[in-house]
């Protein structure tokens, strides 16, 4: 109710300021309201909608499973962490935007160009927080996990990754923002449909309070993801998986018993 | 000295000249370029929300924004399809099998922006073949990447200006072929116009004269030192001297009223303007163009 309450009031802040300020690029929310739902039922925002997410998840699905195998995986090799660090340094202040004609050039106008720029601004927050969750699992625990005889990969999907998945999980969550903040640039690459485009075409037509629709539509698309994947985060919470886990363990799952077990063991005992 | 604030993007500029060879200091103006935008809708809103006096953009834009309640009018030519310049170039590949506006149907066809004059060219070229927009893809591309979507084959069809119509003839040369041109679509009319805040003008009657002048000057100037112009043109827009061609403008760069009331009366049509109370007069503007009687 706090959170709803916080949105009226900047929804009454903008209607305050645009009609204050009283200017054609400033449209009041009483305009952009009966603006969105002009959009809504036409089937227009439905269609641009649809087309943004279809890029919102490729890329970012990508980003993802890119991000979060190399982040794995240079906190495992050292070599390859030394290697690929500085690339990833150098390659994420480099905006999506400055990389059209090589883009261009290797993925065509057609949804790879612009999963790609979506998945170029999605994962580098993916794989830092990969990496620095990995990093922060406390040593005592893999260290006594790995005498009870737990190899490479057990202790991977056992113990770092589960204990890891918070930090992990926030580098998802900052990972999509910045997918759908590129959304925009996205669809200027040779687009005909989509969110972005349509703010490009609204803003470049003059038609403020259809811009301002589509953005809010962004808005609350983008705040919806976040949802799901907060949601998602507090449910890998590591307590709250180790609950469940209990659960699962009546029913005879002795692996991941015996890890989350040892893992309570550990934690009781180091603190 | 009086001072303005003028928003720009990379073409050929007759503000750029004024500025070079004095035409401005002349009227006791100085013109202070504030930064490259997008194109010329978002000139116009920097222009509308105060952060710039003028700027430049095609008349179906100013026409747009006149009808969404911003305060801009236009001044003075920029471009124009001229016997000498048909401005607008519309290319396919050369071994397409794209061989006359007809064979268009459900192919990709690059615009610059959505609602540009490209745009409403294209369409009026798809209508007077008995098709509609809906007849072709249409993709927003920028002028610099649409050569390469073309001959890559990501696109079917480009529309280009100079001097990217210059790069893409010296570029590609014999991969490349003119499927029509502005002129073809409509005869020979303006596109683009430098434009004022009108609210702004009416307070600083002296410094529009003043800025209105230093074009007309500078447009006469490089129609007489084509050779001379290229390379000041070079040196604001960065482009490559050999690309820049020579450049033609309306007589004395006036605003073409007649091609104004062509824009505003097929915006009125098509129901992409529906203000009815528009007038030519409120889009462009010769009267502080002191030489055209």
New interface residues.
């Given amino acids: 109710m706090k959170r709803l309450g916080g949105f009226l009031l900047l929804l009454l802040l903008w209607e305050v300021i645009a009609r204050r300020v009283s200017s054609p690029l400033l449209s009041p929310v009483s305009a952009v309201l009966p603006a969105s739902w002009r959009l809504l039922i036409s089937g227009e925002l439905f269609l641009h909608a649809r087309t943004s997410l279809i890029n919102i998840l490729i890329g970012f699905s990508l980003a993802v499973s890119v991000g979060l195998t190399l982040g794995v995986s240079i906190t495992q090799f050292k070599t390859l962490r030394s290697m690929l660090m500085p690339i990833v340094d150098a390659m994420r202040p480099v905006a999506a935007l400055t990389l059209f004609p090589v883009i261009l050039v290797a993925l065509g106008l057609g949804i790879a160009s612009k999963a790609f720029v979506i998945f170029w601004t999605a994962w580098p927050a993916i794989i830092l927080n990969t990496a620095e969750g990995i990093y922060r699992v406390d040593k005592s625990i893999t260290e006594a996990a790995q005498l009870d005889g737990a190899g490479r990969w057990a202790l991977l999907r056992h113990i770092i990754i589960p204990l890891a998945l918070p930090i992990i999980m926030t580098g998802i969550r900052i990972g999509a923002s910045g997918g759908w903040i590129s959304l925009v640039a996205a669809e200027m690459l040779g687009a005909s449909a989509g969110l972005g485009y349509a703010v490009l075409g609204y803003s470049q037509t003059f038609h403020f309070a259809e811009m301002y629709a589509v953005i809010l539509t962004i808005a609350v698309l983008g705040l919806a993801m976040n949802v799901c994947l907060a949601y998602a985060q507090d449910k890998l919470d590591y307590d709250k998986e180790a609950s469940r886990a209990e659960k699962y363990l009546r029913f005879g799952d002795r692996a991941i018993g015996w890890n989350l077990d040892s893992v309570r063991w550990f934690k009781s005992a180091s603190s | 000295m009086m001072t303005m604030r003028y928003v720009n993007f990379k073409v050929y500029d007759p503000v750029y000249v004024a500025i070079d060879k004095g035409f401005f200091a002349k009227y006791n103006l100085e013109v202070k370029i504030i930064g490259d935008v997008l194109?010329g809708?978002?000139a116009?809103?920097a222009v509308?929300?105060g952060a710039a006096e003028a700027g430049l953009s095609s008349i179906p834009?100013i026409i747009?924004?006149n009808?969404?309640?911003?305060p801009v009018i236009g001044t003075t030519d920029i471009q124009s399809a001229l016997p000498k310049q048909p401005l607008e170039y519309y290319y396919v590949r050369a071994d397409s099998p794209i061989k006359s506006i007809k064979d268009l149907k459900g192919k990709?066809f690059?615009v610059n922006?959505?609602?540009?004059s490209f745009h409403y060219t294209a369409i009026m070229a798809l209508e007077q073949s008995d098709m509609t927009e809906k007849d072709v893809?249409?993709?927003?591309?920028?002028f610099d990447?649409q050569e390469?979507?073309l001959i890559?084959g990501?696109?079917d069809v480009i529309g280009l200006m100079e001097p990217y119509n210059t790069h893409a003839i010296k570029t590609y040369g014999d991969k490349i072929r003119l499927l029509f041109s502005a002129p073809d679509v409509f005869g020979n009319k303006q596109f683009c116009t430098h434009f004022v805040n009108r609210v702004w003008a009416q307070y600083n009657p002296a410094a529009v004269q003043a800025f209105v002048s230093g074009i007309v000057d500078a447009a006469v100037w490089i129609e007489a030192h084509q050779d001379e112009a290229r390379p000041i043109i070079a040196k604001y827009t960065g482009i490559e001297t050999a690309f820049i061609p020579d450049y033609y403008f309306q007589p004395q760069a006036q605003s073409n009223m007649a091609d104004v009331q062509f824009w505003l009366d097929y915006l009125l049509k098509r129901g992409?303007v529906t203000a009815s109370w528009l007038k030519a007069e409120n889009i462009a503007t010769n009267k502080w163009n002191s030489a055209v009687k």
């Fill in positions: 194109g809708p978002t116009i809103q509308a929300a834009a747009n924004a009808a969404a309640g911003l990709q690059a922006l959505i609602k540009s893809n249409f993709v927003l591309l920028a990447k390469e979507a890559r990501q696109v992409d």
